[in-house]
């Protein structure tokens, strides 16, 4: 009976004993498994040129800038050791107005043993539009992973400093000023000439409606007067602004320049303005007053 005893109890020992070490070897051995890394756009940053270093947060960019941003992708899935993305990048002013369009691109590789830890990076250049005004815009990245059919996106903010025009409703003349040289960058808070010095002004557009793909058609002509409101000159169509872009214009730039003549008298003078906006058919006038001494 003894005998029958030990018999009974050796295999239930070792099947015990099986189990026992079947469950040590699984612990050893299998690998630590851990939640797949959610796709994500990682590192976005902007540059002052593509290889230097990214700038601070609070830096503040200048209107017709060059941005140069990049961007990388991780936790994207491969299949037979290759990777495909899809993304798409928007630029946006503070009103949320498209100032580029999309950018689209797809990222396609085959990944190598030693690429575990590679992240495929896009690094597109974004123009500030030339006329951009003051505020916060923003670049938005979207990003598809098609084989793990996942998606991700990132938003990154910065700052504009621009030229500051009062928008209006109407054709209006904003900031008429008059310079002591064509690249003065300040104007002159006292606008008094000597006879036969160069008078330059300049003045900003804005109010006037837009045609289809944002066209523009403004006019503009000019006229210097004496003190009494004697034409002394004209110029009934001094430029013309006309053309369409992506990106809606806030303001058109204008510019002008007279020489005094050596046989003016002293005295006031004055420079007008006439604005002819043809798309919304609209007028306006400005008035500007320098002295001659």
């Known amino acids: 009976m003894g005998s029958n005893s030990k018999l009974l109890w050796f295999p239930n020992s070792y ?28 590192n976005a940053a902007i540059r002052q040129m593509e290889d230097g270093a990214p700038l601070p947060p609070g830096f503040t960019y200048t209107p017709g800038e060059l941005l140069f941003f990049s961007f990388q992708v991780a936790g994207y899935q491969a299949a037979d050791e290759k990777v495909h993305l899809t993304y798409e990048i928007n630029a946006v002013d503070p009103k949320g107005v498209r100032f580029i369009e ?27 539009p030339p006329l951009a005004g003051s505020g916060t815009y923003k670049i ?3 990003v598809r992973d098609d084989i793990g059919k996942a998606e991700a ?25 008059f310079f002591r ?10 606008p008094a000439f000597r006879r036969g010095d160069a008078v330059w002004a300049r003045f900003d557009i804005t109010g006037y409606k837009f045609g289809e793909a944002n066209m523009v058609e403004v006019a503009y002509g000019i006229a210097v007067l004496n003190s009494e409101g ?11 602004e006309q053309g369409g872009s992506f990106y809606p214009k806030r303001y058109v730039p204008g510019q002008m ?30 008035k500007g007053k320098f002295t001659v001494e």
Not at 110 to 115: G, H, M, R, S, Y
Request: with cysteine.
């Open 140 to 142: 938005q990245v979207q």
């Open 15 to 42: 099947m015990l004993a099986r189990t026992v070490c079947a469950i040590a070897w699984l612990a050893f051995a299998a690998p630590s498994f851990r939640a797949a890394e959610p796709l994500a756009v990682v």
């Open 102 to 128: 999309p950018i689209t691109g797809a990222v396609d590789a085959t990944l190598a043993p030693q690429d575990k830890e590679w992240k495929p990076k896009v690094h597109p250049e974004i123009p500030l």
């Open 257 to 286: 320049s007279i020489t005094t003549q050596s046989n003016m008298r002293p005295g006031e003078y004055f420079i007008v303005v006439k604005v002819e906006d043809r798309i919304g058919k609209q007028t306006a006038e400005s």
């Open 230 to 240: 004697k034409v002394l000159f004209s110029q009934d169509q001094a430029a013309v």
């Open 153 to 177: 996106s990132k938003e990154i903010s910065f700052s504009v400093r621009g030229h500051e025009v009062e928008p209006s409703d109407t054709l209006a003349v904003r900031n008429f000023h």
């Open 181 to 190: 040289t064509e690249e003065d960058p300040n104007p002159l808070k006292n």
